[in-house]
């Protein structure tokens, strides 16, 4: 059993994550942190936990913090998250972050796509980007995992063991994502309202998304060079879900059964990683309210290049499931607790 | 642990069963039933089973599902079931059909409003209709259980208390209830196509709905006398979740807290049933997802009449919840289990 | 031709009164007035009006819009409408106005459900509510038309000739009315996020929603003595659209074809009223996007009780084009004018 | 004023085409042909007509329709379309065809695409592609418009002039496009039921889709060589619109200004074409409602690439808009008549 503490609980990642938790059979939830609900109860805020979770929300304090949890995920407002983290760690406690601020190799990079000094560089160094199947070893060591996003994990996913495998050209790489409405979180921005998100698509930062920096991190190590990406978030009216569509130039001809050889060696024995079948592609639907992630593929003859397709839950999987799943490995729980259940579909 | 087969798994009822089954912690699912998917994975027809649930789907055979079941649910088209249910037990197998056909007192009211003759009307004096908090007494000692629908379990634990309490009249109770499209089930009908449903509300089989009769027939033990009501089925265009708004005049005037004592007393350690303090009403997403009923109440003082609104997932507690609520009372399991997961809300 | 401004052009019945004018043949917009958006072009604003309409907006200057109005829609807020209303009508404009605030013919009334004193209560005697196929010759000789919304004119419309013909109880009338979200207005509020909306269904106000005051005037107009209803309003997840399913006891046995006949008898010749015959029941898209409202009945002859189901278009017939409507009534313009589309559909 | 004839009414495109017919001021309907609904008013099916147009639906009779009508659209299923458009085209009648099959320069192409033979090969060269603000001098002069659908019009329109002023290069362009699920025609298809559809996201057809030919054709044309592009359709749930993300590697460095030029000069003077200036992306619901398509652009300086973002309703410029505007040229009517209202928005 852990004690765990969820700092920014009532904002969409932070809720979803209190939801998984109250399931957890080795975790005991001993802090809700809210600066917006202090002292009131989370099933006041959130009344799908009535009955179940009625634990009231306190400000954040963290001498007590550190007196009663042993594990924090932070969920954070970016302002808040870059002074609390410091602390959080100095006093020893384990911390899964869900903000983007401890997620860079290179501090440059963050100064550049953040457009701000880093808070605290040289935790830079100790922490570990958390994503669960690609740096499973490092999670096990570190003290701070930097919980990666959902547009990250999805498109990360989908084409580091291509890279890796060295069948895909580096310079053409195209991914074309498209997310949910709670990914933009718990927000009253009219960008976000019902009246105007419903039956409406659209691109946004074109060319300019933050995490598309992540990507690039993440996707030069897989290919042993840099490589840069064309990034496009969209917004679809759904509620949970995201969709990443990736284009690659293929180095040279290469059959589907090669291709599913190379994704089924990489992620073996991965139980949240769905390798969808060469001749189906996956939909968000079959993930949703699920920790896992289906990826699928098709390759363009025609122009030897490779589409793959990969579709999770933003708040799971992108989110508070993989934060869990983080936490799982730190404490070395397995992997699969508490996050075994399958989709929704409906 | 009991073995147990579902009988029609691929329809929307079906699945949401296998789902709550494959982590119920009691539960070793024997077989899988499915006219239409025979010999074919139920993770290749909803891919969210993948790598959780692989098994194949078969034929309906009794004797075999004698052989390795104890207990079946069956979620059977309405021609199939009449038949098979009788078969089942007298096979001696614990049965909990999802169909409306042997949910009757009184087999007059069935073939009025079925406008057919009853196929074993011997065995409506053996079926005990679960509705669990209501019921559970009779439950715990069948071997047949009726389950109840999304409409009629929201309807009549909204006005069942205040009905047993004596404190409405019972001529002028008008139920008007909205559903969510999943409540059609696995159908290939235009009227429920994504371009024909979202945007669109409508009411459908005014004054004539099946369901109205199941409504009296518990209502009418509530108030010990005759109760008919108006119940106004509507389609609005959201995946799961159904809302009862109730109608009702007060016998004489009475103040929200007395309201709120006959609810709290009537539904005291009820995990299930959440009643929503006076002064707030709830909404279809505090409950989706979970097995969870929540229930609120207005009183409109000019007219003395009480408004009462209670909303649940139609797929959760109004089919496969509590489906599976029956079974741990069948089986002397406590009732929570499988089950006590709060909803999504997102 | 006629001069006209919109003031409050950017809420949502704001814009859309613009957009229905935009192809009115006898309007020339003048002025559009917004408090948010001063300076900026309507098509800024409203992407859809790009090359259609780029007018800029402007600051509200009565003696501005006197100089080049001969008629003003207004479309303003609460507090900013009390005052602006009055000067407007002193200085002779013809005003259509979409608040609350002039429909009532007793300003104890008003004060009651608004809680506060009416700013000008000397106007309610000049206003007329403008219910088009209700109040057509008084709105003929009116230059303060007081617009009805949504809720009202689907409620008022569906009741009135039942009352006025004198069939109905008037102890029992309970009116549920599902809303889609743009019913809410341009609001950033986070109950209106899509991902609070979306997959959601409640009631709210219940029992104390303003505008059940206004459906009882109208509606005890009709029947010649007092009424009072049960007004129940819900959100539903759709963008555009109101539902009304209204009940009411019948004084004595009537058949169909006689309701029918009271229906046909009360609207005649009414182009924007769509009787749909015994045996059918209206859909919320029938009407979307255009300016009619359909009618709908079932007699449930077990309870000698009425079940009329009446849909609009919430922003049209229920605010802009019912609106522009009553302008064609004032400017002696065929009715029909700039309003005679057909509903979306899809 | 001309007398026209839709055929295939009663389909999504085929309704919509009538929908915008009804307001058009040119046009008298003669004939409504519907096999599905011989003898049943267009107003007991989409009942959003009636008291617009209660016009009977006909069975398909050559001889009748060439008697009655001037002018024919033709939105039939692609098996009886391609013997009725040959017998429609002899007899004399303007055809305007939404189906696939007369949209090919090069009969080989239809047939690898297709997978069976061309039924007329012989009117390829009488056929003009009906994309208006680019073959709008052929469409003047032919009586067989090939009508273009949602995904190539939006595809086509983005690229062509990027392709014309030679500044792309062409072997990498990749175009993501997203679709409403009305673009899948009024089916009763499982995959798009509501519940299916809602909350999900998808690809299909990656790298096989019949449509990329179409887009082939038209871009090679503008390129002067042979181009192969990648494009994926997608499904998002929503009822109307489309919108396509198309990347493009820049030949040389180029700004923003520049590529603003080429879209002005080769859009000049087209109403119906919204370029968006620098800086802003369109969304879907800007155009959804109208005949107008928004185009707008990023260029990705780290990588010399471009993203440009075009969006139109998929029934009306995908559909049934550019087919009406097909029939304002060849009629030598004004090119926006009837099609002149701005978008929904809401």
Redesign the interface.
């Known amino acids: 059993m852990v004690k765990v503490g969820v700092l920014g609980a009532t904002g969409?990642a932070g809720?979803?994550t209190v939801?998984l938790l109250?399931?957890h059979p080795e975790v005991e939830i001993t802090r809700l942190v809210s600066h917006s609900f202090e002292g009131q109860k989370i099933s006041d805020i959130?009344?799908?936990?009535?009955?179940?979770?009625d634990m009231e929300c306190c400000a954040l304090d963290i001498d007590d913090i550190a007196a009663n949890c042993e594990l924090v995920f932070t969920a954070l407002p970016h302002g808040v998250s870059k002074d609390v983290i410091p602390e959080l760690y100095a006093k020893g406690l384990k911390v899964i972050d869900l903000s983007g601020d401890f997620r860079y190799n290179d501090v440059d990079v963050y100064e550049e796509w953040y457009g701000e000094k880093h808070p605290a560089p040289e935790l830079l160094e100790k922490s570990v980007y958390g994503l669960c199947e690609i740096h499973r070893d490092e999670i096990k060591k570190t003290t701070l995992v930097a919980n990666p996003g959902c547009y990250t994990t999805t498109s990360i996913m989908a084409l580091y063991p291509l890279l890796k495998a060295g069948v895909i050209k580096t310079d053409?790489i195209?991914i074309?994502a498209?997310s949910?409405?709670?990914g933009?979180g718990?927000?009253?921005?009219?960008d976000?309202?019902?009246?105007?998100?419903?039956?409406?698509?659209?691109?946004?930062k074109?060319?300019?998304h933050r995490h598309t920096s992540e990507i690039e991190q993440e996707l030069s190590i897989a290919a042993g060079e840099k490589v840069?990406v064309?990034f496009?978030p969209?917004l679809?009216?759904?509620?949970?879900?995201i969709?990443a569509?990736c284009?690659a130039?293929l180095k040279e001809s290469i059959n589907a059964e090669e291709i599913e050889k190379i994704y089924n060696d990489f992620y073996k024995g991965e139980?949240f990683v769905?390798l969808?079948p060469h001749g189906k592609?996956?939909?968000?639907?079959?993930?949703?309210?699920?920790n896992?992630i289906?990826i699928g593929f098709?390759?363009?003859t025609?122009?030897n290049?490779i589409?793959v397709?990969s579709?999770l839950d933003n708040?799971i999987k992108g989110a508070a499931g993989q934060a869990v799943q983080n936490m799982n490995i730190i404490m070395g729980y397995d992997e699969k607790t508490g996050l075994?259940?399958?989709?929704?579909?409906?």
Chains 1, 2, 3, 4 share one sequence.
């Open positions: 969409y809720i979803e939801r109250t399931k959130y009344p799908n936990f009535d009955g179940v979770l053409n195209i074309d498209k949910g409405v709670t933009a718990r927000t009253t921005k009219l976000y309202s019902f009246s105007e998100c419903t039956e409406n698509t659209l691109a946004y074109v060319a300019t840069m064309s496009t969209h679809v009216p759904m509620k949970r879900g969709y569509t284009y130039n139980y769905r969808v592609i996956p939909e968000s639907n079959w993930t949703a309210g699920s896992f289906s098709e390759i363009d025609r122009l290049r589409v397709c579709t708040l075994d259940m399958p989709g929704m579909y409906l």
